[in-house]
């Protein structure tokens, strides 16, 4: 299953405490402070990754920390800064600050954003030292690291999506694509969240089927959508079966309008599927029903293979 949508307390490091020490050698009993500062928190940072298809890496974990700075020592020893920890998401990850609402998009494989900041490292009592105060035994403890509630979500950026009515065989013709292995049922809604699989280096998403009324939140809604709004093709799945193609292929772009119209501006290919199952003159027949729209429309079974050969090449002539 796609893991799309996680939430995690990120807390970075905390800084090391500054210490209270006074120099004490065979030659002075008495000498001045000599307590170091704490060293730095560890940040924790957010970086793209090409190497990433999904959340699943969060599945369970709740909290990511950052390492604590060391603390300061005697003889005005400094105490360690910590590393920083940087954490891989899959390009398409929008993080949420749950307590500010503060969005950040990771669509590039760029330098690591910082999303907690580690706590500064207190000042140990050499710090302190002044004209008035030649032997302070005050210092401060380190800071706190910034704690922050986020919400990762996937947006996919697949490059071709695959729609359509429940039951068209999406998922079905995912497996014949991709090396993916969704499941595939002979009943509507067999699919509740997107699938995705590799056709070579494009990632092709199956969307949950959508049906009339998807846009106010009938079936499953729209909310899978999204994974489509940065597809550069759109399969359109219609089971050549049914009483009216045509009218199946409507109903989808209709809710496609009410939720992003955009997405209608989408290049699109049709495949009529499940050939095998009707006579060659009703695939003729259906064909010509979608000329008017003049997009590119293929028609096969996805246990054909050479259907889904020629489906293949013209994906990646049209990437
Ligand atoms: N005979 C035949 N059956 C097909 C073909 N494609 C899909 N099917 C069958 O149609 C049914 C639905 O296929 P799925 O791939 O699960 O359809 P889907 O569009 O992913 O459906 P949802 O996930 O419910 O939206 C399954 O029983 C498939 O075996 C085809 O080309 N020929
Ligand atoms: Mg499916």
């Known amino acids: 299953m796609l893991i799309d949508s996680v939430t995690l307390v990120v807390k970075a490091g905390n800084g090391g405490n500054g210490v209270a020490t006074f120099r004490r050698t065979a030659m002075s009993a008495k000498g001045g402070p000599d307590g170091g500062n704490g060293g730095h ?4 940072l957010f970086q793209g990754s090409n190497n990433l298809n999904d959340l699943h890496a969060f599945r369970f974990k ?6 604590n700075g060391g603390d300061g020592t005697k003889h005005n020893g400094f105490g ?7 954490i891989s998401v899959p390009l398409g990850t929008r993080i949420t600050d749950i307590d500010t609402g ?9 330098s690591p954003i910082l999303i907690a900041r580690g706590g500064k490292g207190g000042f140990g009592n050499f710090k302190f030292k002044s004209a008035t ?15 922050k509630n986020i919400h990762l979500e996937l947006r996919m950026i697949a490059e071709i999506g695959l729609i359509g009515l429940p039951n068209a065989g999406k998922s079905s013709l995912l497996t014949r694509l ?7 049922g002979a009943y509507p809604f067999t699919t509740l969240t997107p699938n995705i699989g590799m056709l070579g280096t494009h990632a092709i998403a199956d969307i ?5 009324g998807a846009s106010k939140g009938i079936g499953l809604g729209t909310k899978f959508l999204k994974h489509i709004e940065k597809t550069k093709i759109l399969v359109h799945c219609i089971d050549i079966t049914i009483d009216d193609p045509l009218k ?21 290919v049709i495949f009529l599927n499940k050939t095998d199952l009707v006579e060659e003159n009703k695939v003729r027949e259906v064909t010509k029903l979608f000329e008017p729209l003049h997009k590119e429309i293929y028609s096969g079974s996805v246990l054909n293979e050479e259907h889904i050969d020629k489906l293949k090449t013209s994906l990646l002539t049209l990437l």
Do not use: C, M, S
């Open 248 to 268: 199946a292929y409507e109903t989808v772009r209709k809710e496609f309008e009410a939720y992003n119209p955009k997405l209608l501006e989408k290049p699109e």
């Open 62 to 67: 709740k909290a990511i920390r950052g390492l």
């Open 80 to 86: 360690k800064n910590a590393e920083h920890i940087i």
């Open 133 to 147: 105060n030649q032997a302070p035994k005050n210092r401060e403890l380190g800071y706190p690291g910034e704690l």
């Open 178 to 184: 991709t090396n993916a292995t969704p499941a595939i």
């Open 102 to 110: 503060k969005i950040i998009e990771i669509d590039t494989v760029g």
């Open 208 to 212: 949950p089927g959508l049906i009339e």
């Open 41 to 44: 928190g560890g940040d924790v």
